[in-house]
């Protein structure tokens, strides 16, 4: 058999060639559409985060401005009513100031992972200064607050497992009812050959309505907008507390309970 023409060896080397760019040009263009759809996700929810930042502002700005045109109005001269003004006044405050502060932390959480201080430490003394923590409001509602702990020392970063637990404890207190029962389960945890710190916020609450659970770590997101807005809420704890256990790259989850009530599950890589 002869040798190929020098022509014919050009031409399949030339279709070979057609070929792989074409495959390559196909994998740049997928690439730049997902790139795009990318841009226009980010670009869609910092235009829901402005959205939403103004009208969580904008909400108590109007109440105070509301009392206090009523205080000038007269209302002033009625001890009780302008008490109940004044009061109504420094609630819608404190929810400014608590917005400003969730809202700083997302955006730190968000900014990049620099701001981790892994480091190890013993936890009992850590869950034990959250337990202080709520323990005057959890006896103002006659709720029962208890921690089970299998764990002596963990390597997270100290500050912001607090801050999550704390954020979920705190969520728990204050949509339960009275007389509820609130329990932090701290333990080992084994899936696929990989170890984790798993830490539980289990309540006997209401729960949350299943359509709502894939979407409560979004910020701003409220399963019951009156509820939490009247309870105080700045609708930002659930999404500081998906940051904070992302930002250690591990994994939250919420369920509701066949009995009732909700478990938040956080699990920590240990390593």
């Known amino acids: 058999m002869g040798i190929p023409p020098l022509s014919f060896l050009m031409v399949v080397f030339l279709m070979g060639l057609?070929?792989?760019?074409?495959?390559?040009?196909?994998?740049?263009?997928?690439?730049?559409?997902?790139?795009?759809n990318e841009c226009l996700l980010l670009k869609k929810q910092r235009t829901d985060f402005i959205a939403n930042l103004s009208h969580e502002?904008?909400?108590?700005?109007?109440?105070?401005?509301?009392?206090?045109?009523?205080?000038?109005?007269?209302?002033?001269?009625d001890f009780q009513l302008a008490d109940s003004f004044l009061r109504k006044i420094e609630d819608n405050v404190e929810r400014l100031d608590s917005l400003i502060h969730d809202i700083l932390d997302l955006s730190r959480l968000e900014a990049s992972d620099e701001h981790l201080?892994?480091?190890?430490?013993?936890?009992?003394?850590?869950?034990?200064?959250?337990?202080?923590?709520?323990?005057?409001?959890?006896?103002?509602?006659?709720?029962?607050?208890?921690?089970?702990?299998?764990?002596?020392?963990?390597?997270?970063?100290?500050?912001?497992?607090?801050?999550?637990?704390?954020n979920l404890i705190f969520n728990a207190h204050r949509y339960c009812q009275d007389g509820a029962i609130v329990e932090l389960v701290a333990k080992s945890?084994?899936?696929?050959?990989?170890?984790?710190?798993?830490?539980?916020?289990?309540?006997?609450?209401?729960?949350?309505?299943?359509?709502?659970?894939?979407?409560?770590?979004?910020?701003?997101?409220?399963?019951?907008?009156?509820?939490?807005?009247?309870?105080?809420?700045?609708?930002?704890?659930?999404?500081?507390?998906?940051?904070?256990?992302?930002?250690?790259?591990?994994?939250?989850e919420a369920l509701n309970l066949p009995t009732g009530g909700m478990k938040f599950r956080l699990l920590f890589p240990a390593s």
């Open 18 to 36: 057609s070929i792989i760019l074409g495959l390559l040009l196909l994998r740049s263009r997928r690439k730049l559409r997902r790139v795009e």
């Open 57 to 77: 502002l904008k909400t108590p700005l109007t109440s105070i401005q509301g009392f206090t045109e009523s205080l000038r109005d007269g209302a002033v001269k």
């Open 189 to 252: 945890f084994s899936q696929s050959g990989k170890s984790f710190y798993l830490f539980e916020v289990i309540d006997n609450g209401p729960g949350i309505a299943d359509q709502d659970l894939s979407r409560i770590f979004e910020r701003f997101y409220r399963p019951d907008k009156s509820r939490n807005r009247a309870s105080g809420g700045t609708g930002l704890g659930l999404a500081i507390v998906n940051h904070i256990v992302i930002s250690h790259g591990g994994m939250v």
């Open 117 to 166: 201080r892994i480091e190890s430490f013993l936890l009992p003394p850590l869950l034990k200064s959250i337990e202080d923590q709520f323990a005057h409001r959890f006896q103002q509602k006659s709720q029962l607050f208890r921690t089970q702990n299998q764990l002596t020392e963990v390597r997270l970063d100290a500050k912001l497992l607090e801050q999550a637990l704390s």
